[in-house]
């Protein structure tokens, strides 16, 4: 499984962008994804995730109503829609996945933990100047 995030760039504070995350190797299976990031001198720190079939979606509180994660499974994607952006979004994104039953219901603490994923991207520069 290969996961590679693309998307990031210079932006101005109130700008957008979208990231991408291509996925190889994901077929017949099903996958939690998500988003995490790691700001200058931070944490990495969890961002959004989506369940296998993108009927749940979980976003941090501080990114909710700006970000939004979703997965197009057919094409073997995943984005994250980032608008009014703030110069603290500034980080490395990683788009993550992980292998899930399709037959259990996760609480959103099963999306969290960025040590629960077996597969990671390399991620991709955001930088928000203000």
């Known amino acids: 499984v290969q996961l590679q995030a693309s998307g990031g760039g210079l932006v101005q504070a109130g700008d957008s962008l979208r990231l991408s995350c291509a996925a190889c190797?994901?077929?017949?299976?099903?996958?939690?994804m998500a988003w995490f990031r790691r700001g200058p001198g931070k944490e990495r720190e969890f961002v959004a995730a989506?369940?296998?079939?993108?009927?749940?979606?979980y976003h941090l509180d501080s990114v909710k109503g700006r970000f939004t994660i979703s997965r197009d499974n057919a094409k073997n994607m995943m984005y994250l829609q980032m608008i009014s952006l703030k110069s603290e979004d500034t980080a490395v994104y990683y788009c993550?996945?992980?292998?899930?039953?399709?037959?259990?219901?996760?609480?959103?603490?099963?999306?969290?933990?960025?040590?629960?994923?077996?597969?990671w991207g390399q991620g991709t520069q955001v930088t928000v100047s203000s």
């Open positions: 993550a996945a992980k292998s899930s039953d399709a037959r259990a219901v996760y609480s959103s603490s099963h999306y969290y933990s960025g040590k629960s994923y077996d597969y």
């Open positions: 190797g994901l077929t017949g299976g099903t996958y939690s």
């Open positions: 989506i369940s296998w079939n993108g009927r749940s979606t």
